[in-house]
Antibody, heavy 116, light 107 residues
């Protein structure tokens, strides 16, 4: 069974940083792009970032470009999202998902709360 | 950026009703469209990819159609388990974009 498990979220002050992780199992991780999508409380889905299978290419939403960095470790079957210079509007549940086009499966999400 | 607009934002229907959700793209995305179902408190689940391809295991009452800029998700006979919010997503170009969601309530 394909599974994704996120971790690393928490409460952080504005301007702070976190590193989110997503551990994958049940599929050949190194063959697939991976994506981060977030959902603010009570809001819809917002694509954040995608990294290709080798990590050679990365893509970001304009709202996070320059502040967030996606990376992966294919030996550990894990994708990361380093989130820096956090703002109130970054408060959301952050999901990782398999694929660069359609996304399947999704993890259960890790909550990032930005508040002073 | 390609803007995705869903309609309606909310719909209420009875068990057994045929339900249609529309998703419009601000420019042509060919057939690079996916649909997701998100139940309350849960992560989204893929229903349909490439406009009309049903993910394995998804009930056949779900179907998708369209091309270019206009797409539909149809539930042929609404079931109580279909209470959820449905999102379309284009993957024709970066940034990937989602519709704002359609909340389906079962009367």
């Amino acid at each position: 069974e394909e599974q994704l498990v996120e971790s690393g979220g928490g409460l952080v002050q504005p301007g702070g940083s976190l590193r989110l992780s997503c551990a994958a199992s049940g599929f050949t991780f190194r063959r697939f792009a991976m994506t981060w999508v977030r959902q603010a409380p009570g809001r819809g889905l917002q694509w954040v970032s995608t990294i290709t299978d080798t990590g050679g290419s990365t893509y970001y939403a304009d709202s996070v470009k320059g502040r967030f960095t996606v990376s992966r470790d294919n030996s550990e079957n894990t994708v990361y999202l380093q989130v820096n210079s956090l703002r109130d509007e970054d408060t959301a549940l952050y999901y990782c998902a398999k694929g660069s086009g359609w996304h399947d499966p999704w993890g259960q999400g890790t909550l990032v709360t930005v508040s002073s | 950026d390609i803007h995705m607009t869903q309609s309606p934002s909310t719909l209420s229907a009875s068990v057994g009703d045929r339900v249609t959700i529309t998703c419009r793209a601000s420019q042509s995305i060919s057939d690079w469209l996916a649909w997701y179902q998100q139940k309350p408190g849960k992560a989204p689940n893929l229903l349909i990819y490439k406009t009309s391809n049903l993910k394995s295991g998804v009930p056949s009452r779900f179907s998708g159609s369209g091309s270019g800029t206009e797409f539909t998700l149809t539930i042929s006979s609404l079931q109580p388990d279909d209470l959820a919010t449905y999102y379309c997503q284009q993957y024709s170009a970066y940034p990937r974009t989602f519709g704002q969601g359609t909340k389906v309530e079962v009367k």
